[in-house]
């Protein structure tokens, strides 16, 4: 069994910064790619970034130039930098990771619980 716990929300004005951890707990090999999404009420969850097991990142558009995501692969624990945030970030963000396990080297996607980013204007 494989857990992935958020930290790092809040709330924070128009402008301002937030950084989201999310750490992987369990029966892991390996973990392939790691992500965010997030989904404000009443839309689709949305994908903000995703980083691969060797670094390779990709952003949003909406996002690009403003978060950034990292990954300490020792820890088990990807990252979100948000900056410069504005309220249409609002939204629940849950991470997501895509990992390895098992005896027969398996992969699956597991998700966070989530946590609640609200920016106000």
């Known amino acids: 069994q494989v857990q992935l716990v958020e930290s790092g929300g809040g709330l924070v004005q128009a402008g301002g910064s937030l950084r989201l951890s999310c750490a992987a707990s369990?029966?892991?090999?390996?973990?392939?790619?790691m992500a965010w999404h997030r989904q404000a009420p009443g839309k689709q969850r949305e994908l903000v970034a995703t980083?691969?097991?060797?670094?390779?990142?990709n952003f949003a558009d909406s996002v690009k130039g403003r978060f950034t995501i990292s990954r300490d692969n020792a820890k088990n624990t990807v990252y979100l930098q948000m900056n410069n945030l504005k309220p249409e970030a609002t939204a629940v963000y849950y991470c997501?990771?895509?990992?390895?396990?098992?005896?027969?080297?398996?992969?699956?996607?597991?998700w966070g619980q989530g946590t609640q980013v609200t920016v106000s204007s």
């Open positions: 980083i691969t097991s060797g670094g390779s990142t």
């Open positions: 369990g029966s892991i090999l390996s973990i392939n790619t």
């Open positions: 997501n990771a895509n990992v390895l396990y098992g005896y027969y080297r398996l992969s699956t996607d597991y």
